[in-house]
């Protein structure tokens, strides 16, 4: 008899344990582990800037290094020409001749685009002729158009995303300038980013802060196009959605963007990369580092 009690104490004591094992749940430093554990896989520099909408909780690891923005710097693009649209300074529906002959921020020369080295090709059959501004916003968020980006940056000036990111408190981005402006990369001209600039950006989508909450909506839609999903939504369930801009360049791997929870909450999770020694191994972190940020989310 006291032998069977004794047999029925541990298989309880073991069932409790077993349980009490599998009701752990991740906290903010296990998740910190987790990433930094990741990061060390592959050869580079990353950064991290994840803040849950809800709780405000956040993590940020090397968040304000600054980074080659890539097509990152797109939203900002993006951002301000819905802001003019909302001035009265055109409309979204006004057409823009397709051009592809840009001025060199360095001396105002003239260079043009390589559709070879865009991701999305499709606009320089359109060349010469019309499109409206808001299919070039589409083209150049969710297909990362470059020709589309630099059509966007000469009808908006710049200088005027850059006092527009100042004034949402996102200090340290710095758009510059359009894209393949080489003798500008060469000279160190470059657009710029940190993790934390764009969680603050991001963070104001989702809140639908940033020009109007109608304005804000529309653009959270567009970057919920995206077509390149190979980073942040990569293993991710398929009923969580994924609202981002991507960037890449050699050596360099970008993801920024809110997720949505199928339960309703959201949120913001930007990472950048540098120095990549394998451009495929550093998305793959990216993937990873996003997967492991969605279980401590989903498990609270």
Do not use: W
Request: glycine letters at 4%.
């Amino acid at each position: 008899m006291i032998k069977t009690a004794l047999a029925i104490f541990l298989i309880v004591g073991t069932c409790a344990t077993t349980t009490k094992a599998k009701t752990h749940r991740m906290t903010l430093n296990d998740l910190k582990a987790k990433v930094d554990s990741i990061f060390k896989t592959t050869e580079g520099t990353f950064a991290l800037a994840f803040k849950d909408l809800k709780t405000g909780k956040s993590l940020l690891l090397n968040a304000r290094m600054t980074f080659h923005a890539a097509s990152t710097m797109k939203t900002p693009v993006m951002i301000e020409v819905f802001r003019q649209a909302q001035e009265k300074k055109f409309s979204l529906d006004d057409s823009l001749v397709v051009i592809n002959s840009f001025k060199s921020l360095v001396d105002g020369s003239e260079y043009a685009l390589n559709l070879v080295d865009d991701s999305d090709d499709s606009l320089y059959s359109f060349v010469g002729k019309k499109q409206t501004i808001r299919s070039l916003i589409e083209a150049m968020i969710t297909k990362s158009s470059n020709l589309a980006t630099n059509i966007l940056i000469d009808k908006v000036d710049a200088k005027n995303v850059m006092k527009t990111m100042r004034a949402l408190g996102a200090k340290d981005i710095r758009v510059l300038r359009g894209v393949e402006d080489e003798k500008a990369f060469e000279a160190g001209m470059n657009n710029t980013t940190t993790a934390f600039d764009l969680m603050i950006i991001f963070e104001k989508l989702a809140r639908k802060q940033i020009v109007s909450k109608k304005a804000s909506e529309a653009m959270c839609d567009i970057l919920l196009r995206q077509k390149l999903n190979e980073k942040i939504p990569r293993y991710l369930p398929a009923d969580v959605k994924v609202a981002h801009k991507t960037g890449s360049i050699t050596g360099v791997e970008h993801d920024s963007g809110i997720v949505y929870l199928p339960d309703g909450r959201k949120y913001v999770l930007v990472i950048l990369s540098k120095k990549l020694e394998h451009e495929d191994a550093g998305i793959e972190v990216i993937a990873q580092v996003s997967k492991a940020v969605y279980d401590y989310e989903v498990q609270r």
